[in-house]
């Protein structure tokens, strides 16, 4: 039986590509799966039992690796990390992003092993957009070192076109982390008096923070019975200050929740609890290009969708009348649209009803597993 071992320096082992979709897939399709995760079994998951987590690894026949750091040297880490990747002697190994794809790359000219670089970020434009030095370095590298992968998988089809612009020879397919609908099934509760708004994700300035708060605001000094739940963890404690600071500045700690990060499996529990779902990112560069997941798992919910006015946006969610675009930063705008979904409840469970029917129909990982293993048995070859 082949073997796949999956690489990831900064996810959780449980993060919903790698395992609820990736690892779940190839052990459904007869492959043995481990996940080596650099940062250890328990990254991003403080706030859930280990014990359910072993279980949930041993319920789907999936291999985490719990490796440890030490206090030794950040390269004398990273030695122990490849010295365990080498000692699974897979067939494939599965790196997520650049940092595991270049370890791969060292793997590569010590094993047989054949190597698939996963890509579901613009890099070197996350993390080195303000660091013009290191970005062209890490462009040149990116560039380069891609050309030694066995196959490339991109989440999207601009940073497909990027790579294959690097290199005509390395297999390269656009593989989207669609909502698996077996974890995504969740009928929607009765309504209740309550309107409920969810943003699902990192928690940051650029991707709506400070406006989802106001609008809350606003709401509560309107009269309207509306709350927000923010199901995810902040990106930084500078985030996490600035969100302390609003919610006591604009006097509503009843009228929001936070979730912190919680398993892929349970987000669909949370959302089934809203109404309505925020996706209101910046104008910046990497956040117009390609759509974020969190959209398709609000539509697999039957939520309508209240998103950044960016083309791909209002081409997917306008287009089939699943929400309505807005200009992100424009807080007047924004408070009108919610205010629309809010006092209207047929439209918005209509447009929440459209949604599903559209994920049901071709934004689901169903389709594009069938893509993921046809890719690996071409590989394999």
């Not at 494939?92 to 000219?109: I, N, P, Q, R």
């Not at 309107?195 to 009269?223: A, F, H, N, P, Q």
């Not at 459209?354 to 993921?372: F, I, P």
Request: proline share 4%; aromatic share 14%; net charge positive.
């Amino acid at each position: 039986m082949a073997k796949i071992c999956i690489l990831t320096t900064d996810h959780s082992p449980f993060d919903d590509r790698i395992f609820y979709k990736q690892a779940r897939s190839f052990v459904r399709a007869g492959y043995g799966v481990v996940i080596l995760p650099y940062r250890g079994f328990g990254f991003k998951n403080e706030t859930v039992d280990s014990n359910r987590l072993l279980e949930i690894a041993r319920r789907e026949k999936i291999a985490i690796r719990d490796f440890k750091r030490t206090n030794l040297l950040g390269p004398l880490n990273l030695l122990r990390y490849l010295w365990c990747a080498l000692r699974e002697k897979p067939s494939f190994y599965h790196c997520h992003e650049s940092w595991s794809f270049y370890l791969g790359v060292l793997l590569k000219f010590f094993s047989s092993s054949r190597i698939i670089y996963d890509v579901h970020e613009f890099f070197p434009e996350i993390p080195f957009e303000r660091h013009k030095f290191l970005f062209k370095i890490f462009k040149f590298a990116d560039r380069n070192l891609a050309k030694i992968a066995d196959g490339i998988i991109c989440a999207d089809t601009e940073k497909a076109n990027r790579y294959k612009s690097y290199t005509n020879k390395v297999p390269i397919e656009v593989i989207g982390h669609y909502p698996p609908l077996d974890i995504f099934c969740y009928k929607k509760q009765k309504v209740g008096k309550v309107v409920t708004g969810i943003y699902s994700g990192g928690i940051s300035i650029d991707r709506g923070l400070e406006e989802m708060l106001y609008i809350v605001y606003k709401m509560k000094k309107m009269g309207e019975n509306f709350k927000l739940i923010l199901n995810g963890s902040f990106v930084s404690k500078r985030v996490k200050h600035r969100y302390e600071q609003l919610i006591k500045e604009y006097e509503i700690e009843e009228k929001v929740e936070y979730t912190g990060w919680v398993l892929h499996e349970d987000v669909p529990k949370i959302m089934n609890r809203a109404d309505l779902g925020f996706c209101l990112r910046h104008p910046l560069e990497r956040y117009v290009k390609a759509p974020p997941i969190k959209i398709f798992e609000y539509m697999a919910s039957s939520l309508p969708v209240v998103a950044s006015n960016f083309p791909f946006k209002k081409e997917l969610i306008e287009g089939n009348g699943v929400g309505i675009c807005v200009d992100p930063l424009n807080k007047a705008e924004i408070l009108k649209v919610v205010l629309k979904f809010v006092s209207n409840l047929q439209f918005r469970l209509a447009a929440g009803k459209k949604g599903r029917r559209v994920v049901e129909k071709m934004y689901n990982w169903r389709v594009y597993e069938k893509k993921l293993l046809s890719f690996y048995k071409q590989s394999a070859r």
